[in-house]
């Protein structure tokens, strides 16, 4: 039992210390083509680079996202049922902005749940591992003793947006590190 907790703390320990990448926001759109398929469209809003203590790290993590997540595998790894139909950076309002679509056969590839055809579509904003916080959903938020979106079973256009962290101090835009690649 406890070789599992350490384990489990360890993942969760790497997982936490693999990355300085953040982003302001996000946006998610899920587009239904029927009740289980359809595309998923994340817009990532003003990509950040947090420093190590005061340490501008912010080229090495411009480096992580091209190689980690535009030109390699991070974004099929944290959808490996879907299939990734497009990945891009680009600026927007003066900061670097990214964008994702994916196709799914499944809701639960994307993170979508439906307990049965007659029930809602469900999607959970807080999670142990993520700090995303509640902004607006053309759904209904459950609030913080239920952080889910919720949306009527006949709606095709699910949207929802979320904060994740704001540029203060500690952060450093990727903006000039994408004009220098770009």
């Known amino acids: 039992m406890k070789k599992s907790a350490i384990y489990i ?3 969760i320990l790497a997982i ?6 953040t982003v302001e926001k996000k946006e998610y759109t899920f587009e239904l083509k029927d009740n289980s398929s359809g595309t998923l469209t994340i817009k990532f809003i003003n990509i950040l680079s947090m420093k190590d ?5 912010s080229e090495i993590d411009f480096s992580e996202l091209i190689n980690g997540y535009i030109d390699g595998d991070g974004i099929d790894q ?10 891009k950076l680009f600026e ?3 900061v670097l902005c990214g964008e994702v679509i994916i196709d799914f056969n499944n809701l ?6 439906q307990y049965d055809s007659k029930s809602p579509y469900m999607f959970n904003i807080g999670s142990f591992l993520e700090s995303e916080t509640f902004l607006s959903s053309n759904g209904e938020y459950g609030g913080d003793v239920m952080p889910v979106v919720f949306w009527p079973k006949s709606l095709k256009s699910l949207k929802v947006s979320t ?3 704001s540029p203060d101090d500690s952060t450093v835009g990727l903006l000039a590190e994408f004009n220098k690649w770009n």
């Open 108 to 113: 639960r590839n994307v993170g979508l749940f």
């Open 78 to 87: 944290d959808f490996p049922d879907a299939i990734i139909r497009s990945k």
């Open 16 to 21: 936490a210390l693999s990355s300085c990448l």
């Open 9 to 11: 703390f360890s993942i």
């Open 92 to 94: 927007e309002n003066g």
């Open 163 to 165: 904060y994740i962290t």
């Open 53 to 57: 203590d005061t340490a501008d790290i």
